[in-house]
């Protein structure tokens, strides 16, 4: 699998923020886990052994003040459920047990007492200190054994220490979780806004206002924005008055061309000046975008059509007229026949047995207009609205600037509609300019 190929998510900031986060969390888990528990048992065995050397030592004491004889006796008269005292001949805990410095002191006794020993048993996983035995060699060699049972310090406290430790993890992960959410949004915002960018290329910041990160970098995306409108602009004024300018020297060439005495060479000449002027024309009216600045007013479609119809029939091109549904539009209507004209212009230029049809679609009415002929390529579907854009084919066949399709549609989105294409290649194409529907006077 490739980087491109990764999902989406896998790359998304939260969880770039969130998987090495959680990933430190849960090691800085474990590992104050392993140290709570080593220092914990330290600290238990010491509290431990206290709990116990304050317990014992005053028995101890006493039996060992006692004459021999009466020992027994006391052992057990100071024995109680939880703890077992007995005098004997031998230790009950064996040598060596694995005392630290702190805790010898502790438990070391009275300088007479020849020796203390002390064993601690914890419990397998826990730590908890189940049972505590002392024994405490006298100055007649003889020991006094002392079992305390069931000494837990640790288990309430570490259950809570554990309880924190997850209670903050989680409480870290929420607050993660909610930091890069606070900058996954804006930009995801941001993004939303930059691929819909509105039809006047004025990036919206509000909403965007923090982090300042993503503040600056909508900002910076909003300069380069205004710098290409700018450009654009300037590019488009540059070619528009040049087109304009142009018509003037081509008025004249047609007005000379007319002198012209030999017929063959005049038509030739008139219809390269007339193609020139069509052309011309066409940039004037894409560079207005669709907007031929004339008043809107309620035309119906069916007529406007059947307008374009005869104006190709005088031209020699005949087209089926199929279903005529009457629907009424709002629109500039020299605006409106040039794209309906571009669009019948391509069926009759590019493919055989042209048709029309205007269809009434809920609160939308449709020009649709078809051919079967050689269709569009579907790499080239996506780019047949592009200004300029010419498929091979039509390259071939000359004529034509590339502008009659991007007109067409800068002329249905500026009356709030649109023009879309299917194409199937060898077989046919169908173009639908959809229009909403004029609301009953
Ligand atoms: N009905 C169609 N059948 C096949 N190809 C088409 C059809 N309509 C458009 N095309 C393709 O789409 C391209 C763009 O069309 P568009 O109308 O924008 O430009 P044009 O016809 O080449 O030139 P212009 O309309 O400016 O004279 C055409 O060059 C052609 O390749
Ligand atoms: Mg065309």
């Known amino acids: 699998m490739t980087a491109s190929r990764r999902p989406r998510w896998l790359n998304s900031f939260a969880l770039l923020i969130l998987a090495p986060g959680a990933l430190a969390l849960v090691v800085l888990l474990g590992v104050s886990l392993a140290l709570h528990g080593y220092i914990l048992r330290g600290a238990a065995e010491r509290g431990a052994a206290e709990v116990a050397v304050s317990r014992i030592y005053s028995t101890v004491r006493q039996i060992a003040s006692l004459p021999p004889d009466e020992r027994t006796g006391a052992a057990r008269r100071n024995s109680t459920p939880d703890m077992e005292v007995e005098w004997s001949a031998r230790t009950a805990v064996p040598d060596g047990s694995d005392l630290d410095d702190d805790l010898r002191a502790i438990v070391s006794g009275p300088p007479e007492w020849r020796a203390v020993r002390v064993r601690l048993d914890a419990s397998g996983t826990s730590g908890n200190v189940q049972d505590v ?15 305390l049972r069931a000494v837990s310090l640790l288990s309430a406290d570490d259950m809570a220490f554990r309880i924190a430790i997850i209670l903050t993890a989680v409480t870290l992960l929420a607050l993660a979780a909610f930091a890069s959410r606070l900058v996954a949004k804006p930009m995801a915002l941001l993004a939303t806004r930059a691929r819909n960018l509105p039809a006047d290329g004025v990036l919206k910041l509000d909403g965007l206002a923090s982090p300042t990160e993503v503040r600056e970098v909508a900002e910076a995306l909003e300069a380069a924005t205004s710098r290409t409108r700018e450009l654009l602009q300037q590019r488009s004024l540059a070619l528009g008055a040049l087109s304009h300018d142009l018509l003037s020297p081509l008025a004249r060439m047609r007005l000379r ?9 005049r038509g030739r000449m008139l219809q390269d000046v007339r193609e020139m002027a069509e052309m011309v024309t066409d940039v004037l009216a894409y560079l207005r975008g669709g907007d031929g600045g004339e008043a809107a007013t309620r035309i119906s479609l069916v007529s406007l059509v059947q307008v374009v119809v005869d104006e190709c029939a005088e031209e020699g091109a005949l087209l089926e007229e199929r279903d005529y549904q009457d629907s009424t539009v709002l629109a500039q209507p020299t605006a409106l026949k ?6 019948l212009g391509n069926a009759i230029k590019y493919g055989r047995s042209p048709w029309v049809e205007v269809l009434r679609r809920g609160d939308e009415a449709v020009v649709a207009v078809g051919d079967s002929g050689p269709g569009v390529a579907p790499v080239d579907l996506e780019r047949v609205f592009e200004p300029f854009f010419r498929a091979d084919e039509a390259r071939a066949a000359g ?26 290649q060898g077989i046919g194409t169908v173009v639908k300019l959809t229009l909403p529907s004029a609301r009953a006077a």
Request: aromatic residues 2%; without cysteine.
């Open 257 to 265: 061309a007319e002198d012209i005495a030999d017929g063959h060479a």
């Open 133 to 147: 035995a002392i024994s405490v060699q006298l100055a007649d060699s003889t020991w006094v054994n002392a079992r």
């Open 338 to 343: 040039r794209a309906i004209r571009n669009v």
């Open 399 to 424: 004529e034509g600037s590339g502008l009659g399709l991007p007109t067409a549609k800068a002329i249905a989105e500026a009356h709030g509609g649109r023009l879309e294409m299917q194409s199937v």
